[in-house]
């Protein structure tokens, strides 16, 4: 992990609402867990996509998405790639890693807490 989940005491200050996890343009990005897609387009200059497990959405940046808004996917199954975009994981038209968040409603979580499960979004390509 590059960085670490760091909320804003307050929704409107800056804080890092997610983890980071190193990681280069072209690596594949794989849902953290089944559910469903909810989001997969470009947002604010880089893509981005959701996918909803019931209560809980996790959140990928920069991606390209492979998957379509209403598609199934299942725990571990590839959503899209890591590409450039306007993102604290691109510098220079370079990723450096993969933008990972997690939300309750409108509360960001540590997505962390589902590593105990064993869930990653990120596979090294080795
Ligand atoms: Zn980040």
């Not at 947002?43 to 959701?50: H, I, T």
């Not at 725990?75 to 994981?89: A, F, N, R, Y």
């Amino acid at each position: 992990m590059s960085r670490g989940f760091n909320p804003p005491a307050q929704n409107w200050l800056v804080g890092h609402r997610g983890v980071d996890l190193p990681a280069s343009q072209g690596d594949s990005v794989f849902s953290a867990g089944s559910g469903t897609v909810t989001f997969a387009s470009v947002l604010a200059g880089r893509g981005v996509v959701v996918v909803t497990h019931g209560l809980l959405r996790t959140t990928y940046e920069p991606v390209a998405a492979s998957v379509a808004v209403g598609q199934t996917v299942r725990s571990g199954q590839m959503i899209g790639t890591l590409q450039p975009g306007v993102s604290h994981c691109s510098v220079n038209h370079t990723v450096t890693c993969l933008h990972w968040g997690l939300l309750r409603g409108r509360v960001y979580m540590n997505p962390l807490s589902l590593v105990q499960v064993r869930l990653l979004p990120l596979y090294s390509a080795q």
